[in-house]
């Protein structure tokens, strides 16, 4: 079981940008998947969590008001929809997964960068 997250890139400030993470692999379960994010110098960060089957949200208060988390159940992909973005929101943004309720994230994905420029 892999995850693939992809969608990052250099965006203005106050732009928006959308971040997909695809779970493949050919048995899996998926309790949640929760997005974080590293800029560098600092430790990594939890952005936002999704169960997936019921969809309930969860976000960092850095993010709360301007990042949306979703998914996709059929295609297996999660979202991170970014907007109003700042220069502080610069970082490497993984994904992973929690297969069960207890025992946290289990996997996670390579990482894509987000640049945010004034």
């Known amino acids: 079981v892999q995850l693939q997250a992809f969608g990052g890139g250099l965006v203005q400030t106050g732009g928006s940008l959308t971040l997909s993470c695809e779970v493949v692999?050919?048995?899996?379960?998926?309790?949640?998947m929760g997005w974080f994010r590293q800029a560098p110098g600092k430790e990594r960060e939890f952005i936002a969590d999704i169960k997936w089957n019921v969809g309930m949200a969860d976000y960092s208060d850095s993010v709360k008001g301007r990042f949306i988390i979703s998914r996709d159940k059929p295609e297996n992909t999660g979202y991170l929809q970014m907007n109003s973005l700042k220069s502080e929101d610069t970082a490497v943004y993984y994904c992973a997964r929690a297969p069960l309720s207890s025992g946290g994230y289990k996997q996670w994905g390579q990482g894509t960068e987000v640049t945010v420029s004034s």
């Open positions: 692999g050919r048995t899996f379960t998926i309790y949640s």
